[in-house]
Nanobody, 115 residues
Framework: QAQFVESGGGLVQPGGSLRLSCVTS????????MRWYRQSPGKQREWVAT???????SYDESVKGRFTISRDNAENTVYLQMNSLKPDDTAVYYC?????????WGQGTQVTVTA
C-alpha cells in the first residue's frame, strides 16, 4: 500500500525559504512522475511542479525561478525547495505520484507566509 509522509511546512516571513520533503513507500518511485500541488482556502487545488522519471522538470509560472523540485531515487523522496516566498504561496502543499496510470496523494503540509 502506498504511503507518503510529507514534512517541512511551517510559518515563514515573506522572502524566506522552506524545503518540503515527501518520503514515499509502496510505489515504484524511480518509475513515477512526482508532482507537488497546493491548495489555498477557498481555491481549487493547483499544480506547482513536476519532476518525471527522467528528471525533467516543469513549473507553474507563478513559482518559476523561485521553487526547485528534485528527487532522490535511493531515498524514494521528492523535495520542493521554496525560496523568495510570498504571502500568495500560503497553502497546503501536497505530494503526488503518477506511476503506471495509478495516482497517489500525500496528506499535505501547511505552508504559511506572513509578516
Amino acid at each position: 500500500q502506498a504511503q507518503f509522509v510529507e514534512s517541512g511546512g511551517g510559518l515563514v516571513q515573506p522572502g524566506g525559504s522552506l524545503r518540503l520533503s515527501c518520503v514515499t513507500s509502496g510505489i515504484r518511485f524511480s518509475l513515477a512522475d512526482m508532482r507537488w500541488y497546493r491548495q489555498s482556502p477557498g481555491k481549487q487545488r493547483e499544480w506547482v511542479a513536476t519532476i518525471n522519471m527522467y528528471e525533467s522538470k516543469s513549473y507553474d509560472e507563478s513559482v518559476k525561478g523561485r521553487f526547485t523540485i528534485s528527487r532522490d531515487n535511493a531515498e524514494n523522496t521528492v523535495y520542493l525547495q521554496m525560496n523568495s516566498l510570498k504571502p500568495d504561496d500560503t497553502a497546503v502543499y501536497y505530494c503526488n505520484a503518477l506511476e503506471d496510470f495509478s495516482e497517489y496523494w500525500g496528506q499535505g503540509t501547511q505552508v504559511t507566509v506572513t509578516a
